[in-house]
């Protein structure tokens, strides 16, 4: 496997306005969640108010902002007075109402947000729309290439600040963890595209801050993260983790993650860095397992242990973590934005069940082909 220097660079840029369009949420910006979840006559009540207060109020375009990250983002940047458009290829609803998210919320969102129509790989669209509408800031929340991103930049040359939502799967991988924000990153992983952007940004004269991300989990999440396990919880069904179940892996919440993205805006101290977010404690794979039964009520699943070696699951994926220990430290954004996750584990996927899978709603249909032909495997063994 290559090894890559970790990138670092900076400078500033401008921004306009485009047709109104509304949209919604949850309790997520005020008052805290409600919704409670008994376990063991314990009371869970997931966190919820979220209070940042950034800069200046700036003319902001997100590249994505109808799905999960986005969606939690906009909101508090419109909260904070910011003048905001999402930058869509419009299949999706620019706006939707959230799970607890009041009537009138919904309603002061919507008709505040801003929806500018296109493709972000139709170049000359992008350099022209975006020059002509002169932006402060640009968050590049689904970026993943970055010959996507150059245009943008050639398109706003008084560009304030580019905020990248990149990943931490772009560390090498090693036997020294937690990963820091220093550590080699690895040229050939999946998220290449997302290295080789952070690259491109420290290689102009541009002001950038970068937002390595490790798994993230909460309502709305389109990734069979907290899903996979609340799926078989709900059925009842044994929960099959591969090898010895300690792996240890590392999430965070949406909702945090959303608010360092915010306290980078504007803050001298995010120019040409990249912070790491996700959760302050690492979780086993075993330990994930359990965490996501008492978020939802659930009593404590009996876990089957696998080897993968030993089975063809074809291009179907029988589980949704990489195998392996993988997680880092957010001591950098604790220290150098004051940043801290509202949400732990438990309260997190707590404040995920509520506010989705508890209430019928998900991405994926329940899938359990796989489970069965390492269940059924299982059972031979033990026979």
């Known amino acids: 496997m290559g090894i890559m220097a970790n990138p670092m ?3 500033h840029q401008k921004f306009t306005s485009f047709s109104v369009l509304p949209s919604s949420l949850s309790d997520f910006n005020g008052a805290r969640l409600h919704a409670q979840v ?6 869970m ?3 919820g108010g979220l209070h940042v207060t950034a800069s200046a ?4 375009l997100i590249m994505g902002g109808t799905r999960f990250i986005g969606i939690f983002l906009s909101r508090l940047l419109v909260k904070e007075g910011h003048q905001v458009t999402l930058f869509t290829r419009g299949k999706a609803p620019v706006t939707q109402q959230l799970p607890g998210e009041s009537e009138a919320d919904y309603a002061d969102f919507k008709s505040k947000i801003l929806h500018l129509k296109g493709d972000r790989k139709d170049f000359d669209f992008v350099k022209s729309s975006l020059s002509a509408a002169g932006f402060d800031v640009v968050y590049d929340i689904n970026g993943r290439e970055a010959v996507e991103v150059e245009p943008i930049l050639d398109a706003l040359p008084k560009l304030e600040q580019f905020i990248y939502c990149s990943s931490a799967g772009v560390y090498l991988k090693s036997d020294l963890l937690p990963h820091f924000e220093v550590d080699a990153v690895d040229p050939k992983s999946r998220h290449k595209g997302k290295l080789e952007t952070e690259s491109l940004l420290a290689s102009k004269d541009v002001n950038w801050t970068s937002i390595r991300p490790v798994y993230i989990y909460g309502p709305l999440n389109y990734n069979p993260v907290e899903e996979w396990f609340f799926h078989r919880l709900k059925a009842g069904r044994p929960i099959p983790i591969p090898n010895s179940g300690i792996q240890i892996t590392q999430l965070g919440h949406v909702k945090d993650l959303a608010t360092a993205f915010v306290q980078v805006l504007g803050n001298d101290k995010a120019s040409q860095q990249v912070f790491n977010i996700s959760g302050e404690k690492y979780v086993t794979f075993d330990g994930l397992a359990k965490a996501c039964a008492k978020a939802g009520g ?13 089975f063809d699951f074809g291009k179907k994926k029988p589980f949704p973590f ?3 220990h993988f997680f880092a430290s957010v001591e950098k954004a604790k220290s150098v934005l004051g940043w801290k996750p ?13 506010l989705d899978f508890g209430r019928g709603t998900f991405r994926k249909e329940a899938d359990f082909s796989t489970d069965d032909i390492i269940l059924g495997k299982s059972l031979v063994l033990q026979a």
């Open 9 to 11: 660079a900076a400078h």
């Open 298 to 310: 659930f009593p404590e699943p009996e876990i089957v242990h696998y080897n993968p070696k030993e």
């Open 38 to 43: 008994q376990y063991k006559r314990k009371v």
């Open 322 to 324: 990489r195998d392996q």
């Open 45 to 47: 009540q997931p966190k």
């Open 342 to 354: 509202e949400f732990d584990l438990v309260e997190g996927l707590a404040d995920s069940y509520n």
């Open 57 to 60: 109020k700036k003319n902001i």
